[in-house]
């Protein structure tokens, strides 16, 4: 690709395979029975790229808003917030403290969280959510701001959940355009996981009581 040197593509594969991992670990491929069926595989969040979706809003919505507070210029929010993950996952390497050995080969261009067995990547989380890191070796903007690592957790908790569960899995092709031209393709799998039928424009809707109120004229 032009205009993109060796040391950006490098950076966009570290990127993608630590938020791979991070959706991976929060809702993997499982199983579901279905009537009729039985037992099948679900795929999970990284199957349906919701990777792509949390770095898609970590890049265009938080990262400005993140900016303009701190009047930051030329900080990367996705290689600081991976390098967040990696500080994590690195301090709870050095404890002693994970489960299962680590494994390089599954996110190859990953760094200590990619490396992580899925559980160990959910207790690393849980070590920063507990700053129980350095904060003064983390990159700006988490660099000695214990608020704003403790919001990212819980923003990095949630953003899987609202790609999975929401309507942008369908988007298929036009799931990176922007949101006016983005077009749902077919219907999304967390919809039918957790049976809803879709948008409806003929639904009822109870918006309250009727409110009779008697104005008072003012006299002068």
Known sequence: MLGISEGERSLNRYIKSTFQALVHAIIPTHLKYKEYIGTVHVAGAQELHVYEYVIWILDHSISLQVKEQLNLVNSSMLKSTAELLDAGAAQLIQKGQILYPLNVTAYPNGGPFSALSPIDRLRAITLIERLEINLKNLSIPYKNNPGLVRNMMDVLNELPMFGYYSEWTA??????????????????????????????????????????????????
Do not use: C, N
């Not at 039928?197 to 009822?204: I, V």
């Open 171 to 220: 988007y298929g092709t036009t799931r990176l355009f922007s949101p006016e031209y983005r077009r749902v393709e077919y219907f999304p799998l967390g919809w039918e996981l957790t049976q809803y039928p879709g948008p409806s424009f003929g639904y009822r809707d109870f918006r309250g009581f009727l409110a009779i109120i008697q104005h008072k004229k003012v006299v002068d």
